[in-house]
């Protein structure tokens, strides 16, 4: 269906807003496959309560919905309530009105109704995927902090200075008396260690004071 | 001759009508006239005539009887007496002397008589004798006449010689001689006698020949005034059979003329006839035509309706659709999933079937008339523009107090509502946003008719603008796709359709609310029991 890993969707909670009963249900009944928990509401009171009381990741809303707008809805959630939710807009209306007023809104996306389930899965994606990167970061910080809390602490450093130095082709111009300069190392444990990320070859020698580092190395680990 | 005729024929019939008549007139007058004066100078010239033969030829006879009497009384007798001697000589002087004179005095008058030229014919005669020559006759009288004058002149020359032979032997007394004289005076009165009767005879035969003369002039003037009549008669009467014949023609070619005109009349009327016809044709196919552009414009409406009523159920089966893949693809598609997600599709697909109906019947005209409830035919025009009427936040109320079933056309009918639904929802878009616009719809039953009132508070309709908004062809909507057939057609529809009427005025209405206000009200009145319909 598509090359996006949608699998990143299953743990979030979409908040759907659709005042036609039909379309409501069946869009539901494809969404709740994908995420977490879908809460399909008809009126933004409901989508309010929903809001308030569960955590909600993404809106996706109609804009004409009966007798109210989608569109102040989330003015009502952005401006007065102060809720930075991201969101979607459906409807049947290409007005740029509309549209003008979702870019000033910061609207994530705008889907053309009759809603194409592919488009909105990948805007999902879109949306998400940063939410799941930071997310990943975050973890990754805190693996990295917690394996230099057991294991040696001047070696991590290291690593890290090599990382933070590297330019954009992946290159580490260094020297290991700038190195020493900057951390409190002694020489052959330094040595050692270089040595050993270039037999596994992670930061290979190029030429005088410059590495490179290859990313592919590390999935051979 | 024929020729001429004809030639004559061809200018007389040329000459105008006028002409002819004045020529006819001046003919008869000519002729009149010229007859009078004829026989006028005719009857004068012949009575001249009749005078100069009496002054002529009669009165010289006169002289001429005294002549003789004179010769054979005074003189003959006075001699003879003389002779006797009953008288003496001296006595019979006188007398003869008297005798004399008087012989002379007569002759003379006689000759003057006869010569006199102031006799002579009146030149009518004269001009007609010289027409009508006579014989000789006269010449060789008038020689005849000459020579007995001149014989007489003779005689009366030897009788006064005989005379003065006789008073010289008287003087003598030689009366034997005197009396053989007066023997031979006897002897030449006679013959002077004899003389003067040939004179008198051919006087008498000239008076005669004159008289006949005059009769033949006087046959001549009655020939030639019968004449001149019968020719005056002749060119009367043609010239009136021209001019009737002219009548004839004239009112024959007036008629002919008349009936030409008439003729021409006739076709004008009949193509102005077939004008009109064919103007009430176009003026029919016009307004068919704009029946049809109204019908398009609010097809146009109607079409906004019909997509946004498709919409969501496109939406719901497009959704119900791609939820098949979904599904499949997390290995969840259950029999009972797909049951259940068909069924709904059907139900969705059926819906935008009716939606489709709704509107394909709206547009294909009634075939039969049907019995229906009057509430449904109004809830379908509010169906049918709730979307547009809903898009314009415009709300509205349909009250029912009487569930009436009428007959006739429900999508003409329903066409009706919409149009007025239609032109309240135009009103009230027109309108500040802060009006609460309303459509209020009452139906009921006021005796035997079914009335659907039909009240916005749009602000009512200008005062000059409301006689006419029936009228075809009248828009107010300048700057919009008013076709101002819209509510002509609706009138065309209840009235020729339904058999009902269609009134609009100005009220003031609460509308359900506590503002009053200003509001146009529509009242359709349809018969409920629908006798004799007019089945187009």
Redesign the interface.
């Known amino acids: 269906m598509t090359n996006k890993n949608l699998n990143i969707l299953q743990s979030f909670n979409i908040l759907y807003l659709e005042d036609d009963k039909n379309l409501r249900l069946h869009t539901k009944d494809v969404l709740e496959d994908f995420v977490n928990n879908i809460y399909a509401v008809g009126t933004s009171n409901e989508a309010f309560n929903v809001i308030l009381n569960n955590k909600v990741d993404v809106i996706i809303s109609d804009i004409l919905l009966e007798n109210e707008n989608g569109i102040d809805f989330l003015k009502f959630l952005k401006e007065d309530k102060n809720i930075q939710i991201p969101a979607i807009l459906t409807t049947a209306h290409t007005d740029t009105k509309y549209l003008l007023d979702a870019i000033k809104l910061k609207v994530e996306n705008y889907i053309i109704k009759p809603i194409n389930i592919k488009e909105l899965l990948n805007t999902l994606h879109d949306i998400l995927l940063p939410v799941i990167q930071q997310k990943q970061i975050q973890k990754n910080n805190h693996i990295i902090k917690t394996i230099s809390t057991v294991t040696d602490s001047k070696q991590v450093e290291v690593v890290n200075f090599i990382f933070n130095n590297l330019n954009n082709e992946n290159l580490l111009i260094t020297s290991y008396s700038e190195i020493m300069e900057k951390i409190s190392i002694s020489k052959p444990t330094l040595i050692k260690l270089f040595k050993e990320l270039s037999e596994k070859k992670i930061l290979t020698k190029v030429q005088h004071k410059t590495y490179r580092f290859d990313e592919n190395s590390l999935n051979v680990l | 001759m024929i020729f001429n005729f004809n030639k004559i024929r061809a200018y007389l019939d040329a000459i105008s009508f006028s002409g002819k008549t004045n020529f006819l007139i001046f003919i008869i007058t000519g002729g009149m006239i010229s007859i009078t004066i004829l026989s006028q100078v005719s009857i004068f010239s012949l009575k001249h005539d009749f005078d100069v033969l009496f002054e002529k030829r009669t009165k010289p006879l006169i002289e001429l009887e005294k002549l003789k009497d004179t010769y054979k009384v005074n003189i003959y007798d006075t001699y003879y007496d003389v002779s006797k001697g009953n008288i003496s000589y001296e006595n019979s002087r006188e007398v003869i002397l008297l005798a004399k004179q008087l012989i002379n005095k007569s002759w003379t008058n006689y000759k003057r008589k006869t010569e006199n030229k102031d006799n002579q014919p009146s030149y009518i005669t004269t001009f007609i004798t010289n027409l009508f020559p006579q014989t000789n006759m006269f010449k060789e009288r008038q020689i005849l006449g000459e020579n007995i004058i001149r014989n007489i002149d003779k005689k009366i020359l030897i009788i006064s010689s005989i005379m003065d032979n006789i008073n010289y032997y008287f003087q003598r007394d030689e009366y034997y001689a005197a009396s053989k004289n007066i023997e031979k005076l006897n002897f030449q009165i006679k013959s002077i006698n004899i003389y003067l009767t040939s004179l008198s005879n051919y006087d008498l035969k000239l008076a005669v020949n004159e008289k006949r003369k005059t009769e033949k002039v006087f046959n001549i003037i009655i020939i030639i005034s019968v004449i001149s009549i019968f020719f005056v008669f002749l060119f009367s009467i043609i010239l009136s059979m021209l001019i009737i014949n002219n009548f004839i023609k004239l009112h024959s070619s007036l008629e002919q003329k008349v009936d030409d005109k008439t003729k021409e009349l006739q076709k004008l009327n009949d193509s102005l006839e077939k004008k009109i016809n064919v103007e009430v044709a176009n003026s029919r196919k016009k307004d068919m035509i704009m029946f049809q552009q109204a019908k398009l414009a609010s097809m146009g409406e109607m079409l906004q309706n019909i997509a946004?009523q498709w919409?969501?159920?496109?939406?719901?089966?497009?959704?119900?659709i791609?939820?098949f893949?979904?599904?499949m693809?997390?290995g969840?598609l259950t029999d009972e999933?797909v049951d259940k997600?068909v069924n709904?599709s059907l139900l969705?697909a059926d819906s935008m079937s009716n939606t489709l109906d709704d509107f394909r019947n709206f547009f294909n005209p009634d075939k039969v008339k049907n019995e229906f409830s009057l509430q449904s035919c109004v809830e379908h025009s509010l169906e049918l523009s709730k979307y547009l009427l809903e898009r314009e936040k415009i709300t509205f109320s349909l009250i029912i107090k009487d569930n009436i079933q009428i007959s006739g056309f429900f999508n003409e009918l329903s066409h009706v509502f919409l149009n007025i639904i239609n032109n309240s929802k135009d009103v009230l878009t027109s309108k500040e946003k802060t009006l609460e616009k309303r459509i209020y719809i009452v139906i009921k039953k006021v005796n035997n008719l079914a009335q659907v009132i039909m009240i916005d508070n749009g602000g009512g309709i200008p005062h000059e603008v409301l006689p006419k908004i029936f009228e075809p062809y009248y828009t107010t909507k300048y700057k919009s796709a008013g076709t101002g057939i819209g509510l002509y057609m609706s009138k065309q529809i209840v009235e020729k359709h339904m058999l009902g009427t269609i009134t609009c005025k100005n009220i003031k209405h609460k509308l359900e609310s506590e503002h009053l206000y200003d509001c146009a009200k529509f009242i359709i009145s349809i018969p409920i029991k629908q006798e004799g319909y007019n089945d187009k």
Do not use: C, V
Not at chain 2, 311 to 320: F, H, K
């Open positions: 946004h919409r969501q159920p496109l939406g719901s089966l497009t959704m119900i791609q939820s893949q979904t599904k693809m997390h969840k999933f997600k709904d969705l």
